[in-house]
């Protein structure tokens, strides 16, 4: 068969309407309009995760035909073939879009085939009374283990643009992750009367892709020198930049991700940063400004700019309003660090502009102008930290006294033997640094890079041996100097119920960039600043104490995610009123994997564990 139509329309003629055909999640029963007192839905999902193929045969005559990409099984990626990791063979995976208070219930089948364990996690979502649903393997739950199952079944309580990912291995960077839409009535959403649309379509999400799977990539990083960080940016799942060449020499690429609007009307975008590693992205829309409305589900006042800086855990929601002349435009999504090389594009299209056109502005143009969340930190050029917009709610607590602080010194340091990467004896840093291969720092906090625990905290905290667990008062008492010998152990804060936390990061070096993630919170940015230098805890202190250090106490804004400033510091505040074991961690992947993470331990009542977890094997 020349190409897959033939297909399709055979499965129409059949009637075919089992889930496995299912091509448009927007199909789901609960994608539907949120209406105040509504009957709240259970909404159910079945989820195959698996060891899979981009470009596979189901992609048929993709990208040659533009068609056949969209065929049920096609990941095309940047049309480039490449091992997966998937859910329901897609990327990105299923979206999950429901109204607040819906039951979200997700049967994951582990189907991986190299006998990987799984854990997904629902980033944004607090798991109040739900701690064992949170998804991170050794933390909240043991792993999925291959050939078995586990059903997922939490609230959508909170309402907001959120995601799902993985939390085992480097899966997330290599497929697994999707959105999670939670939507609220017209009347409850604060913001509401700034959109007209706010379409199940319109939501994108962004990450880059490698050539090489993840894994690889992280090994020549750990171990010799690192392969390409980034090949490409893919926007919800489709790169155009790779060129495919067949034996008769005519060439395709993969075409642009369509957004479709009619003038006149203002839309709800909903853009989620899923950025696998040392990769930002800045978005726009030719011709269009963005109205922020809300970052991580929290509702902001209004604040337009014509760029945005998105991070790896990031969503904003933003109103874009179809006010142009009708015509194609393009959504850029420009690639900072890592990804400094490459720029994607999708198309906005209006109602009435002609199929197969593409805009004529330049693809290879960096949009300019005002910029939200600048990931330099460089204000110079109009642009505006996170920090600096407003809560659009009704203040509902009062943070403004802290009764504990934590300094969090986020940092990248040469210790031989931490995390495998320089044998002391074989190749030390001293030794191996100056040659060919460069070497790699361990990403630490305080000087403690993490280790996961053989069993999962929440349920088995007690059957940890004493001597794995750390932080910075156990390791000054036991004499252990982090400075010289790398300290590799479960680095826990315990935090006492409805204590109002504030939390200092200092990204120490000027040179890497940090995004952190708290489960469990939605937490107050209240200041952040980048200090041009190396800088220090003692100096934050210093300052701090000379009253040099700006806190903003009103109506902060909130996030679960954060860029920490390259060489400065971010200050979070938020009430400890959700027990539980809480990762926070660096959502660079690979950072996550050399160290730089931490448990928040929240005391309190825990929810009871559902009789089906899984279990680890060795116990
Ligand atoms: C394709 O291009 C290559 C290099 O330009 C050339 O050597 C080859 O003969 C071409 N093949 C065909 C079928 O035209
Ligand atoms: C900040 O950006 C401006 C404008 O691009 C530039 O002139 C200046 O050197 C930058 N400052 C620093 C410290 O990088
Ligand atoms: C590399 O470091 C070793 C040990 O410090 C030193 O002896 C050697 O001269 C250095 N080699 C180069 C090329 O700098
Ligand atoms: C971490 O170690 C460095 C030396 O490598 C030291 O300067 C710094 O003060 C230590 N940080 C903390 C928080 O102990
Ligand atoms: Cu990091």
Not at 25 to 45: A, F, I, N, S, W
Not at 499 to 528: K, R, S
């Amino acid at each position: 068969m020349e190409s897959a139509y033939m297909l399709v329309f055979v499965l129409g003629l059949l009637g075919v309407a089992s889930t496995d055909f299912l091509i448009n999640d927007l199909d789901h029963p609960c994608v539907r309009k949120c209406k105040t007192g509504q009957k709240p839905m259970t909404c159910e999902y079945d989820w195959t995760v698996e060891s899979y193929l981009s470009m596979s045969r189901a992609c048929y005559q993709c990208p040659f035909n533009e068609f056949d990409c969209h065929l049920p099984h096609c990941i095309p990626m940047a049309g480039y073939m490449r091992p997966v990791y998937s859910v329901n063979r897609r990327l990105p995976g299923p979206s999950i879009q429901v109204c607040e208070n819906d039951v979200i219930v997700v049967k994951v089948r582990n189907r991986m085939q190299n006998e990987e364990g799984e854990g997904i996690h629902w980033h944004g979502l607090h798991m109040r009374n739900a701690q064992h649903m949170d998804g991170v393997p050794h933390i909240t739950q043991c792993p999925i283990s291959a050939g078995h199952d586990f059903t997922y079944k939490f609230e959508a309580n909170l309402p907001g643009t959120h995601w799902w990912h993985s939390h085992a291995g480097n899966h997330r960077s290599d497929g697994l992750f999707g959105p999670i839409i939670i939507r609220q009535s017209e009347k409850d959403d604060i913001n509401s009367d700034l959109y007209d649309k706010d379409d199940p379509s319109h939501v994108i999400t962004i990450i880059e892709w490698t050539k090489a799977m993840s894994s690889t990539v992280d090994l020549s990083l750990f171990h010799a020198v690192q392969m390409s960080p980034c090949d490409g940016i893919l926007i919800n799942g489709k790169g155009t930049n790779h060129v495919v060449t067949r034996p008769d020499n005519t060439s395709a690429s993969v075409g642009h991700h369509l957004m479709y609007v009619k003038k006149g009307l203002r839309y709800r975008f909903r853009v989620i940063g899923a950025a696998a590693n040392v990769a930002a992205f800045i978005f726009s829309i030719d011709n269009h400004r963005l109205k922020v409305i809300a970052m991580d589900g929290a509702p902001v006042t209004p604040f337009d700019v014509d760029r945005i800086t998105v991070f790896s855990g990031d969503r904003y929601d933003i109103v874009v309003t179809a006010d142009q002349r009708p015509t194609n435009y393009w959504i850029r999504v420009a690639g900072l660090l890592d990804c400094f090389r490459h720029q994607e594009v999708g198309i906005l299209r209006y109602a009435g502009t002609p199929k197969g056109t593409v805009p004529r502005a330049d693809r290879t143009r960096r949009a300019e102008g005002s910029l939200l969340n600048p990931f330099d930190g460089n204000l110079s050029h109009d642009a505006t930290f996170i920090s600096e917009l407003t809560d659009a709610e009704e203040k509902r607590d009062d943070l403004s006294h802290a009764d504990v602080t934590h300094y969090l010194e986020l940092n990248g340091v040469w210790r031989n033997g931490a995390k495998g990467l320089h044998h002391p004896v074989f190749y030390p840093y001293e030794r191996a640094s100056n040659t060919t291969y460069t070497d790699t720092p361990v990403t630490v906090i305080n000087n403690i890079s993490f280790a996961f625990p053989e069993v999962p905290l929440l349920s088995h905290w007690q059957d940890v041996k004493p001597s794995s667990w750390c932080n910075e008062d156990s390791l000054r008492k036991s004499g252990k100097n982090c400075m010289y010998v790398a300290c590799d152990c479960i680095h826990r804060i315990d935090i006492k119920e409805n204590q109002v936390v504030e939390l200092v990061f200092i990204n120490i070096l000027d040179v890497l960039a940090h995004q952190m993630h708290l489960h469990g919170y939605t937490t107050e940015i209240i200041g952040m600043a980048k200090m041009y230098k190396y800088f220090t805890i003692e100096d934050f202190k210093r300052l701090d104490a000379e009253g040099k250090i700006k806190r903003n106490l009103k109506n902060a804004p909130r996030k679960d995610s954060f860029m920490v400033p390259q060489g400065g510091y971010l200050i979070l505040r938020f009430r400890a009123n959700n027990p539980g074991w809480w990762l926070l961690h660096c959502h660079v992947d690979y950072h996550l994997k050399l160290g730089m993470g931490m448990v928040i331990h929240v005391e309190g009542d825990m929810a009871p564990p559902p009789a089906d977890m899984p279990k680890c094997t060795n116990f």
